[in-house]
C-alpha cells in the first residue's frame, strides 16, 4: 500500500521534476553565460502565468499556444531589462546585479499586481485524466511533461548544432577565449539573457498545469528558492544539468513527501521545502560544482 | 602593418599603460620583453580591445581601429593568443580548431587552415576527439596557438607562448613562430618574460617597463647595450 502510493507519487515527482528542470534551464543559462544570478526569476515564471491565465480567460486561447507567446514576451522582457540594466552590471562587483535582478523581481510584481490584483487565480483547462495504474495523472500535467522535454531537446541541439548555439557555449566555457575567436560576446550576452528569460516565462506557462488556483503576483518566490537549489544539483552553468537537477529534485520533494506524512503531527509539505534547503546546504558543503557534473 | 602610439590603460582607477608606442613592421617578429608585471600583457589586451584603451591610438593596416569591438579586429586578421591557455576545457580539440574558424571569413578557408595546422601541430591531429582541458600543459598551448591560426589571421599577438613548459617545448614554440612567419607571412607580435629565447628569435625588440617603452633595437643592439640587459632584462 504504502509502497504503491510511494511509487505513484515519485511519478508524479518525475513529471513535475522535469518541469522544474525546465523551469530552471533559464537560471543557469544566464548565470552560465553571463555569470549573473537571477533573484528575480520566480517573477518571471510568475509572468509567464499571468501570460497562460489572461490568454485562457480573457481571448480562449489554449495553454500550449501560451508557451510560444510567452516565450516571445520572455524575449522581449529579455532585451528590454538587458539593454536597460543587465548590460553596465555585468563587468560590476555582484552585489549590483543581485540587487538589480531583485528589482526587476519586484518591478514585474507590482506591475502584474496593479493589473490583475494580488488575490489568487486560477483557470480550467478541463482535460481527461488518465489512470497509469499507480496514479492518475491529468493529460495537462502530461503535456507539460512532454513539452518540458521538447523544449530541453530543442534547446540542447541548438546549443551544440548552431553556430549561435556554439558561440554560447565557447562563451561559457571562457569569454576571453571567445573574443580571440572573433565571437561577438557582447551579443551573446544579450541574446542568452533574452532566451534565458524567455525560456524562464515558458516554464511559467507549463507550471500553471501544476497549480490550479495557484496564480498570484507574490508566487515566484518559491520557485526562485527551488531553481536555486536545482541550478546547483546540475552544476550551475550547464542548462542540462538543470534540467536533470529538476527530475532529482521533483523526485526527492514528492518522495519526501510520502515519508514525512507516516510521521504523525508533521505537515508534510512544510518539511520538503525544509530538505530542500538542507539539500542546497549540503550539496553547497560537499561539492560546491553541482552532484551531476563530472568535474 | 600596426602602430600603437601613446597607448594609456588600466584598470579602474589604475593606470598601467604610460603612453607606450612601438611599431610592427609587416612579415616580421616583433617582440616586447620585460620582467613579469610590468603591462606586456596589459599592452596586448588593450591593442586587441579585451582592455579599453583610454588615451592613445591604435592603427592596422592603415586604419585606425583604436575603438573597434573585438570580433571586429579578428575579422580583419588580428588577433590574440591570450596568456595562460583560455581554451575551451568542455569541448574537443577538434571543435576548438572549428571555434577559431568561426567567423564567415575563416569559415571559407577551415579545410586549408586545418590543413595548416595539423602540420604545424601533427600532435593534434591525434588528439582530435580528447577534451581539450584534459591535455598536457604544452598541448593546450599548441591548441590556443592553432585555434588562433584558424581564425586565418594575418597579425597575430602571442602573449607569453612558452610560459609554464618544459626548455624542450620552449624551444619548439620558438621553431613554431618561426615558421609561422616564414611559411605562412604572418606578422607576429610576441610578449615575453623568456630574454634570451625571444631574442635569438625576433627580428626587432621593444623593452617595456612600468608601462612606458624604455628600450628598443635590434637583438643585437640590444644584447651589446649591459645598460638595458642589466637594468630591465635581468642578463
Known amino acids: 500500500m504504502l509502497l504503491e502510493q510511494l511509487a505513484g507519487n515519485l511519478f508524479q515527482g518525475l513529471v513535475l521534476g522535469a518541469v522544474y528542470g525546465m523551469a530552471t534551464m533559464g537560471l543557469s543559462l544566464i548565470f552560465g553565460v553571463l555569470r549573473i544570478v537571477n533573484v528575480g526569476h520566480g517573477a518571471f515564471i510568475m509572468v509567464g502565468a499571468f501570460v497562460t491565465l489572461w490568454l485562457f480567460t480573457a481571448l480562449g486561447i489554449s495553454p500550449l499556444v501560451a508557451v510560444p507567446v510567452a516565450f516571445v514576451v520572455g524575449l522581449g522582457l529579455g532585451f528590454i531589462f538587458y539593454y536597460t540594466a543587465i548590460k553596465k552590471l555585468i563587468k560590476a562587483p555582484e552585489l549590483a546585479s543581485l540587487l538589480a535582478t531583485f528589482s526587476i523581481g519586484i518591478l514585474l510584481e507590482e506591475v502584474i499586481k496593479l493589473i490583475f490584483g494580488s488575490e489568487f487565480r486560477g483557470y480550467n483547462w478541463a482535460l481527461p485524466k488518465i489512470d497509469l495504474g499507480v496514479t492518475v495523472l491529468p493529460l495537462s500535467k502530461l503535456y507539460a511533461c512532454i513539452g518540458s522535454i521538447i523544449i530541453a531537446l530543442i534547446l540542447y541541439l541548438w546549443f551544440n548544432k548552431t553556430r549561435a548555439g556554439t558561440a554560447m557555449r565557447s562563451v561559457v566555457e571562457d569569454t576571453e577565449g571567445a573574443k580571440v575567436c572573433g565571437v561577438n560576446v557582447d551579443r551573446v550576452y544579450a541574446n542568452s539573457f533574452a532566451i534565458g528569460i524567455g525560456l524562464t516565462l515558458a516554464s511559467g506557462v507549463l507550471l500553471t498545469m501544476f497549480i490550479p488556483v495557484g496564480i498570484n503576483p507574490y508566487m515566484g518566490g518559491s520557485y526562485t528558492l527551488k531553481a536555486f537549489v536545482i541550478a546547483v544539483l546540475g552544476g550551475l552553468t550547464s542548462p542540462y544539468g538543470a534540467f536533470f537537477g529538476g527530475l532529482v529534485f521533483g523526485l526527492i520533494e514528492n518522495g519526501s513527501y510520502t515519508l514525512f506524512a507516516l510521521i504523525p503531527g508533521v505537515e508534510p509539505f512544510a518539511l520538503t521545502r525544509f530538505l530542500s534547503f538542507l539539500m542546497l546546504l549540503v550539496i553547497l558543503l560537499i561539492r560546491p560544482t553541482g552532484i551531476l557534473k563530472g568535474k | ?235
Open chain 2, 1 to 235: 602593418m600596426l602602430q600603437v602610439s601613446e597607448l594609456e590603460s588600466g584598470y579602474g582607477p589604475m593606470q598601467v599603460l604610460w603612453k607606450p608606442s612601438i611599431r610592427v613592421r609587416k612579415g616580421t617578429i616583433t617582440s616586447l620583453l620585460g620582467p613579469n608585471g610590468v603591462g606586456k600583457s596589459t599592452f596586448l589586451m588593450t591593442v586587441f580591445g579585451s582592455v579599453t584603451p583610454w588615451s592613445g591610438k591604435i592603427i592596422y593596416e592603415g586604419e585606425e581601429v583604436t575603438h573597434l569591438p573585438t570580433h571586429i579586429k579578428v575579422d580583419k586578421g588580428l588577433t590574440l593568443v591570450p596568456e595562460g591557455k583560455h581554451l575551451f576545457g568542455g569541448m574537443t580539440v577538434y571543435e576548438n580548431l572549428m571555434m577559431g574558424a568561426y567567423l564567415k571569413r575563416a569559415q571559407q578557408y577551415r579545410e586549408e587552415s586545418l590543413e595548416l595546422v595539423y602540420s604545424l601541430f601533427p600532435r593534434l591531429k591525434e588528439r582530435g576527439k580528447q577534451l581539450a582541458g584534459s591535455l598536457s600543459g604544452g598541448e593546450q598551448q599548441m591548441v590556443t596557438v592553432a585555434r588562433a591560426l584558424m581564425s586565418k589571421p594575418k597579425m597575430i599577438m602571442l602573449d607569453e607562448p612558452s610560459q609554464g613548459l618544459a626548455p624542450l617545448l620552449v624551444q619548439h614554440v620558438f621553431e613554431t613562430i618561426q615558421k609561422m612567419k616564414a611559411q605562412v607571412g604572418l606578422t607576429i607580435l610576441l610578449v615575453e618574460q623568456n630574454a634570451d629565447a625571444s631574442l635569438a628569435a625576433t627580428d626587432y625588440v621593444y623593452v617595456m617597463h612600468e608601462g612606458r617603452i624604455k628600450a628598443e633595437g635590434t637583438p643585437e643592439d640590444i644584447k651589446s647595450s649591459d645598460e638595458i640587459r642589466e637594468a630591465y632584462l635581468g642578463l
